[in-house]
């Protein structure tokens, strides 16, 4: 069975499924981490894949879904949580191509409303020269500006300034909404609080997927 965990940039889904993987007994497919994989090991599909992205392009649904398919692998009595699949409503259907073997029981959507999002965004700031990274209100450095290991300059990534942020909200809440929508018509749409320390928000996160009784 399969989990399908969503969230915006900042909502905190990688380290809750890291958390999930490590305390609550599913195994994490990454489709993106998968993705570098076979271009890493220069597999046919990676191959495949890096000219398309050579080429300034999107891999396509087909090609991910080979990936993806490999990833699931055979055995239909493990508890999956699939993280950055499906991206929109045509790779939710071909996902459910699958559900003889892996149906889809939840599409849990890790909620952050969008002020605290970019609130988490903007206030990130990376070391220069050792890539430590701190936030200006949540975890900030000893010295301000300055990195607590090596001294370096910390500095905010153009990705993280405001304005970036917004689009990137904007630009991911146009992507997964219909994703979301797709789940609600079937009912197993879910909303998760993502506010709070990352503690807190596992501890709901798993009480909402123990409470689901799934099986
Ligand atoms: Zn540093």
Redesign the pocket.
Known sequence: MIVVLTGAPGAGKGTQADLLASQGGYRKVSTGDALRKHVRTKSPIGLQAEAVMARGELVSDEILFQILREELGPDSQEKILLDGYPRNVAQAQTLDSLKEMHPVVVAIHLDVDSVELVTRLSGRRV?S????TYHVSMTPSKISGI?D????ALQQRTDDREESVRTRLSVYESMTKPVLEYYRGKGLYHRVDGKGSTQDVFRKLVGSLDGLSLS
């Open positions: 070391c020269s050792c890539g430590a990195c290991k090596c001294g370096g």
